[in-house]
């Protein structure tokens, strides 16, 4: 067995010890973000975890609500209205204090406790931003990273302890690929923004300073995906270990999020593409690498020890502006849409770990899945759809199957057995005939020729007594969308590609 690959010296492990044993030793809460990107998908992840008990709110926010900050002496200032509507998580009773969000427009900002953060003693005039206001007022008035680092740069921001019980660095996203940013104060007269040109590699924990954290990542350059190879990966809870460990599984999940968006190819496996929820399994299951079990590490307090434990995780899909989350004490994963015009003017609470939204397996979100697979050996993709056990009507009565799309130009078309693709009429959409089991799974077929003359179309499933019951109720779902104009005129390369990873996979 070879080992050479992961091989790290005595020297360069007993440095990265001590260093972890350093910050474990007086953390106090913990947190870890990553962004992945590709053509199709956008989505960012993060945990929140803490030795107290946050109580995490997941709210929304409308537009034109009246904001304000604070300077360091306790002077108010008016930050006038929201542009934009936003769903936030506040902490700890405090509704306008927010450690995390997304607004309506795929732009999302958070805060990451982090030690070694030092700000400003003192600041003073209307340039005075409180750090616990930073998340509010950049998700209420910008829409990309790039607009919101340069109003940032104006900004005095100043550690308000007492409102606010951990110091805090900043990360950025929204829905372009390499516009994320790291704003970290750490005792210069400026704040340090790590981006993608000097070093902000998707992953972020706590401390230290970003710099020494990727110094400390260059001790496992070396490991791979190949048998036994990631031996020597950090699987402690000490922020080192959890970005080491972010960095690294993320960098090799990446490689079947990009290229191509929807191809996947593993092992001596047919090459198989994946269905619209695919980026966000892989953020959950990364999520799950780097949470933190309750009672797995502990924190020094005056009447004992606090238990660290991860209480919230959650997902941004900046591109179709929705929020995944799920508190501790939760088994599914929760919705929230990020939605441009809300109905109300004052904040709404959507959930609460407090006071969890109950969700059950019958009553969990309607969620039909689809495994397309690919022939590299021919000119079409087929589809297997299945619809979940909630498809089925009442008194278990099977309901009605529905098949339709909308393509680009906003038209919509159905899908039959018999006739395969056409356009509905009058905007009635008519259930598949001689399918008496909607349980049973669908095959569907799209040759090449169809791919290329409906790039972006959005596949959808359901059910119902009747189609307008299932639109109605919400009993359908996207499961699959063709790929783009870009994307079909590389898809002869993308097939040659993939015959060769097949052969090649083959022959080891």
């Not at 496992?220 to 599984?249: I, W, Y």
């Not at 939760?330 to 003017?345: E, H, N, Q, T």
Request: with cysteine.
């Amino acid at each position: 067995m070879n080992y050479r690959k992961t091989e790290i010296s005595r020297g360069k492990l007993f440095s990265f010890l001590c260093l972890a044993i350093l910050f474990a030793g007086s953390m106090a809460s913990a947190c870890s973000d990553i962004f992945f990107s590709g053509s199709f998908q956008t989505q960012s992840g993060r945990n929140l975890d803490c030795d107290v008990t946050l109580s995490p709110v997941v709210a929304s926010y409308p537009s034109k609500m009246d904001w304000t900050t604070t300077d360091s002496k306790g002077t108010t200032i008016n930050l006038g209205k929201n542009k934009y509507s936003f769903v936030g998580v506040s902490v700890l009773g405090q509704e306008k204090k927010l450690v995390d969000g997304m607004n309506s427009e795929g732009f999302s900002a958070s805060l990451l406790w982090m030690e070694d953060a030092k700000f400003p003693a003192t600041a003073e005039g209307n340039s005075a931003m409180a750090m616990s206001d930073l998340v509010a007022w950049l998700l209420g008035n910008f829409t990309n990273v790039s607009d919101a680092r340069k109003a940032l740069s104006g900004k005095a921001v100043w550690y308000d302890s007492t409102v606010f019980p951990y110091p805090a660095h900043l990360v950025m996203h929204d829905t372009k690929r390499f516009s994320s940013v790291v704003v970290e104060w750490v005792g210069a007269a400026k704040p340090i923004y790590i981006d993608d040109g000097n070093g902000y590699n998707g992953a972020l924990t706590n401390g230290p300073k970003y710099k020494t954290q990727l110094e400390n990542l260059a001790h496992f350059k070396n490991l791979s995906m190949e048998p036994n190879q990631m031996a020597g990966l950090p699987g402690d809870q000490t922020s080192m270990s959890r970005f080491s460990r972010l960095s690294v599984l993320s960098k090799f999940a990446a490689k079947y999020v990009s290229f191509p968006d929807t191809l996947r190819c593993f092992g001596d496996l047919s090459p198989v593409i994946y269905g619209p929820n695919w980026c966000l399994q892989q953020i959950l299951n990364l999520m799950d690498r780097v949470a933190i079990v309750h009672g797995e590490s502990t924190h020094d307090i005056q009447d004992g020890k606090s238990l660290m434990h991860t209480q919230m995780t959650l997902v941004r899909d900046h591109a179709e502006k929705k929020i995944y989350y799920r508190f501790n004490t939760d088994v599914f994963i929760k919705m929230a849409l990020v939605k441009k015009s809300l109905a109300f003017d004052k904040v709404q609470v959507l959930d609460s770990a407090a006071n969890p939204k109950a969700i059950d397996a019958e009553t969990a979100r309607f969620s039909p899945s689809a495994f397309p697979v690919l022939d590299d050996n021919s000119d079409s993709l087929m589809l297997e759809i299945s619809l979940p056990s909630t498809a089925l009507g009442k008194d278990a009565n099977p309901a009605k199957f529905y098949i339709f799309a909308k393509n680009a130009d906003g038209r919509i078309m159905q899908w039959k057995p018999s006739k395969g693709w056409s356009y509905s009429r009058e905007g009635r959409l008519l259930p598949l005939n001689g399918v008496n089991n909607i349980l049973a799974p669908v095959h569907i077929t799209l040759k090449d020729k169809f791919l290329m003359k409906h790039p972006g179309m959005k596949i959808f499933a359901g059910s119902g007594s009747s189609d307008t019951e299932m639109l109605m109720e919400g009993t359908f779902g996207q499961i699959f969308q063709t790929p783009d104009q870009d994307f079909l005129e590389r898809l002869p390369e993308v097939k040659a590609v993939l015959r060769s990873m097949a052969t090649t996979s083959k022959a080891q």
